[in-house]
């Protein structure tokens, strides 16, 4: 069964710090990945995707993600947050076959300080 | 585009009476509709997927008598939250992908926060 991992629960940053959150999961087949991020009280937006390709995708608002197939990661990126970053992000995973639910991490909550 | 909207964005009910939670694809077709649920400070889990024409596909743990999914259309998905009990107040959330393939992300409605009383 396919899982995801998200190691960090709760990070804590100032404005303009880098920030790297971690993401794992775990799948013996071909997968799509995915960023999204919860703004307190909003639904879930989509930063980025990953389906095949380059490895480094990028995404909305300055975030990144590098695709490690060989350890299974997708971690996500931004050289610099800020205040406005504050807010709940979600790794998940599906097969790439057809019509086949995401499956979600636990989810990080980033807040950043001005 | 690819717009999921979903109704009521909240609600309030008795112990006991039933919740009706719609989910429509706006402007896409969706023959596969997912349902998750959200707890207070935690993941998305997924309950189930509604197929349209067909069953719905529960996770294990999910109630399927308690949980009633009809997708009746390939627009619409209807979640039903039948006897409520106050443990069943939490975060419905469903989502569609566009079209057959799996290159699309899934697009997700607002949510639905249900509070039994």
């Known amino acids: 069964a396919q899982s995801v991992s998200q190691h960090n629960h709760h990070v804590i940053l100032s404005e303009a710090a880098s920030l790297e959150l971690g993401c794992n999961y775990s799948?013996?087949?071909?997968?799509?990945l995915f960023w999204y991020v919860q703004y307190p009280g909003q639904h879930l937006q989509l930063l980025l995707k990953?389906?095949?390709?380059?490895?480094l995708v990028k995404g909305i608002k300055g975030f990144e993600a590098e695709f490690i197939k060989s350890k299974f990661s997708f971690n996500l990126r931004k050289p610099s947050v800020q205040w406005s970053d504050t807010a709940e992000y979600f790794c998940?995973?599906?097969?790439?076959?057809?019509?086949?639910?995401?499956?979600f991490g636990k989810g990080t909550t980033l807040s950043v300080s001005s | 585009g690819a717009v999921v909207s979903q109704h009521p964005s909240w609600v309030i009910c008795k112990s006991g009476t039933s919740v009706k939670i719609e989910c429509r694809s706006l402007?896409?077709?969706?023959?596969?509709m997912f349902w998750y649920r959200q707890f207070p400070k935690q993941s998305l889990m997924l309950m189930a997927t509604?197929?349209?024409?067909?069953?719905?596909?529960?996770e294990q743990g999910v109630e399927k008598d308690k949980f009633l999914i009809n997708h009746a259309s390939l627009t619409l998905s209807t979640l039903t939250v039948t006897s409520a009990h106050p443990e069943d107040s939490s975060f419905y959330i469903c989502?569609?992908?566009?079209?057959?393939?799996?290159?699309?992300?899934?697009?997700f409605g607002n949510g639905t926060r249900l509070t039994v009383t």
């Open positions: 799948y013996g087949g071909t997968v799509n």
């Open positions: 402007d896409f077709q969706a023959t596969t």
């Open positions: 989502s569609a992908v566009p079209g057959q393939g799996s290159n699309s992300p899934l697009h």
């Open positions: 990953y389906f095949s390709g380059d490895p």
């Open positions: 998940a995973v599906n097969s790439n076959q057809a019509g086949t639910a995401l499956i």
């Open positions: 509604s197929n349209e024409g067909s069953k719905a596909t529960y």
